[in-house]
């Protein structure tokens, strides 16, 4: 049985060993990486502006940062937040009003493993497999300039498609499996760093430590839903009292209709 990538003990677990770190940077960046030391809740010192914001694992080549975050509830702010903390990355390379130039190019991998609430300007939801945003010129006439390279890359094992590229669609059918079919689980096991992984997150091979830790974090999980579920219906309560449209109020509390009429 599979442990489930979406808790972030096991997840971590996993991607901090050097073997699986470089294949999944191998295959979703298409780059070969040399990575000394891994780290998990990284921070900046001195922090920037006045976020105390933290990586989930981090590492550094000589030219090169590598952030890969992984996310189960997917918030409407998600994308501006990973936007923020790969600037952060960008911003803390600067060391005073004098230097500009960034040395290290940046690459920041999120995983969601939850349907997007995301939706574009048009009210159209997400519902992407691979969204990329670049730091990069363009000409006038949509050519790409390679002047910095950076990349953001947000990937979402949900809308797994047959154009996904194979290899990005191992892990995220890795990352899937894992969190709904972790009995009976189908991938990819002639992909070095997906039997890496596989081996790594099989329960038997998990110690009572780090299964202890994934247990709590799923219970503190759990109980934050509940949480939410509960001021969700608050909100719907007191839209509805005050005569607002049923649609309306499934819109901005992410309620069922059915639900909404039962409260």
Same mark, same amino acid.
């Given at each position: 049985?599979?442990?489930?990538?979406?808790?972030?003990?096991?997840?971590?677990?996993?991607?901090?060993?050097?073997?699986?770190?470089? #294949?999944?940077?191998?295959?979703?960046?298409?780059?070969?990486?040399?990575?000394?030391?891994?780290?998990?809740?990284?921070?900046?010192?001195?922090?920037?502006?006045?976020?105390?914001?933290?990586?989930?694992?981090?590492?550094?080549?000589?030219?090169?940062?590598?952030?890969?975050?992984?996310?189960?509830?997917?918030?409407?702010?998600?994308?501006?937040?990973?936007?923020?903390?790969?600037?952060?990355? %960008?911003?803390?390379?600067?060391?005073?009003?004098?230097?500009? +130039?960034?040395?290290?190019?940046?690459?920041?991998?999120?995983?969601?493993?939850?349907?997007?609430?995301?939706?574009?300007?048009?009210?159209?939801?997400?519902?992407?497999?691979?969204?990329?945003?670049?730091?990069?010129?363009?000409?006038?006439?949509?050519?790409?300039?390679?002047?910095?390279?950076?990349? %953001?890359? #947000? %990937?979402?094992?949900?809308?797994?498609?047959?154009?996904?590229?194979?290899?990005?669609?191992?892990?995220?059918?890795?990352?899937?499996?894992?969190?709904?079919?972790?009995?009976?689980?189908?991938?990819?096991?002639?992909?070095?760093?997906?039997?890496?992984?596989?081996?790594?997150?099989?329960?038997?091979?998990?110690?009572?430590?780090?299964?202890? %830790?994934?247990?709590?974090?799923?219970?503190?999980?759990?109980?934050? +839903?509940?949480?939410?579920?509960? &001021?969700?219906?608050?909100?719907?309560?007191?839209?509805?009292?005050?005569? #607002?449209?049923?649609?309306? &109020?499934?819109?901005?509390?992410?309620?069922?209709?059915?639900? &909404?009429?039962?409260?």
């Amino acid at each position: 049985m599979l442990l489930n990538l979406d808790n972030e003990v096991y997840f971590k677990r996993a991607f901090t060993r050097r073997k699986i770190f470089k #294949c999944f940077v191998k295959d979703i960046l298409g780059i070969d990486v040399e990575v000394g030391k891994i780290d998990t809740e990284k921070r900046f010192s001195p922090k920037i502006g006045f976020i105390n914001f933290k990586y989930d694992i981090y590492a550094e080549t000589i030219d090169k940062r590598i952030i890969i975050e992984i996310q189960k509830v997917d918030y409407d702010y998600n994308l501006d937040r990973f936007l923020l903390y790969h600037n952060m990355a %960008l911003a803390e390379q600067r060391k005073n009003s004098r230097e500009y +130039k960034i040395e290290k190019t940046v690459y920041t991998i999120v995983v969601i493993t939850e349907p997007y609430v995301v939706r574009d300007k048009n009210g159209m939801l997400l519902k992407n497999d691979i969204l990329v945003h670049k730091t990069n010129f363009f000409t006038d006439d949509g050519i790409e300039l390679p002047l910095f390279n950076h990349k %953001l890359i #947000c %990937l979402n094992p949900n809308y797994i498609t047959a154009k996904t590229p194979v290899p990005v669609r191992d892990w995220l059918n890795l990352i899937y499996e894992s969190i709904h079919h972790p009995k009976n689980y189908q991938v990819n096991l002639k992909n070095e760093g997906i039997r890496e992984t596989v081996n790594t997150i099989i329960e038997d091979n998990i110690g009572v430590e780090i299964r202890t %830790l994934g247990k709590n974090r799923e219970a503190a999980k759990s109980a934050r +839903k509940v949480y939410d579920a509960e &001021i969700k219906r608050e909100i719907a309560t007191k839209m509805k009292v005050d005569g #607002c449209n049923l649609e309306i &109020i499934a819109k901005y509390t992410e309620l069922s209709l059915e639900e &909404i009429e039962k409260l």
